[in-house]
């Protein structure tokens, strides 16, 4: 099994542009997340997804769009880039069980300039 | 509603002991332990549920205390490897699990030989 993987590894983006964030796991989990995280700062939630077609906000939602039409894949959006949506973005996934540890995919690290 | 750890950071020599603690102020369901090492994935440790189950690492220890909203991960004999950030995730209590994760901002510990 891959687990988690995301792509791309790392990314620079000039302000106002889009680009979606890939993550895809092979473990047939039901939840899947999207944190951001920042130095010093711990994960914060972005969106999370409980199954296909079901999709919730986080912590920290804005200027972020997810889907998920099948269980293995969650893209992440970001439309009209800013400065403060650079930082280090990480999938994960767990199963829907009751010890629902998180498997996290190598992360994205995402410039904005 | 983002847990509180304690320390910030930590320095042991190998073979000494340690505590990282994690206060809430809601009432939780369960509490999740991570550890990542610098430019990594967060890996999961520990997971402890309100009613005393937990599954995790054979060489890693930690308690809930459910009335305190507080959990403690104690690093015994530590290793080298056992250098990395910690983190604790919190889930607030509702009705059962609602598999969504609050991060605090983690815990730096350094094991030098």
């Known amino acids: 099994n891959a687990g988690v993987t995301q792509t791309p590894k790392f990314r620079i983006l000039k302000i106002g542009q889009s680009m979606t964030l890939q993550c895809t796991q092979d473990?047939?989990?039901?939840?899947m997340y999207w944190y951001r995280q920042d130095p010093g700062m711990g994960l914060k939630l972005i969106y999370y997804?409980?199954?296909?077609?079901?999709?919730d906000k986080g912590e920290v939602p804005n200027g972020y769009n997810v889907s998920r039409s099948t269980t293995e894949d969650f893209p992440l959006r970001l439309e009209l880039a800013a400065p403060s949506q650079t930082s280090v973005y990480f999938c994960?996934?767990?199963?829907?069980?009751?010890?629902?540890?998180?498997?996290f995919g190598p992360g994205t690290r995402l410039t904005v300039t | 509603q983002q847990p509180v750890q304690s320390p910030q950071a930590v320095i042991l020599r190998e073979g000494e002991d340690a505590v990282i603690n994690c206060s809430s102020s809601?009432?939780?369901?369960?509490v999740h332990w991570y550890r990542q090492k610098h430019g990594e994935a967060p890996v999961f440790l520990m997971i402890?549920?309100?009613?005393?189950e937990q599954k995790g690492h054979e060489k890693i220890s930690a308690s809930f205390n459910e009335k305190k909203q507080q959990s403690s991960l104690y690093l015994t004999a530590s290793q080298l490897s056992y250098s990395g950030t910690y983190f604790c995730?919190?889930?607030?209590?509702?009705?059962?699990?609602?598999?969504?994760?609050?991060f605090g901002k983690g815990t730096l510990l350094t094991v030098n030989p």
């Open positions: 994960a996934s767990s199963p829907s069980t009751t010890f629902y540890e998180q498997y």
């Open positions: 402890l549920l309100k009613g005393g």
């Open positions: 473990m047939n989990h039901n939840y």
């Open positions: 997804s409980v199954g296909a077609g079901i999709t």
């Open positions: 995730g919190t889930e607030i209590a509702g009705r059962g699990s609602n598999y969504k994760l609050t």
């Open positions: 809601k009432a939780l369901y369960s």
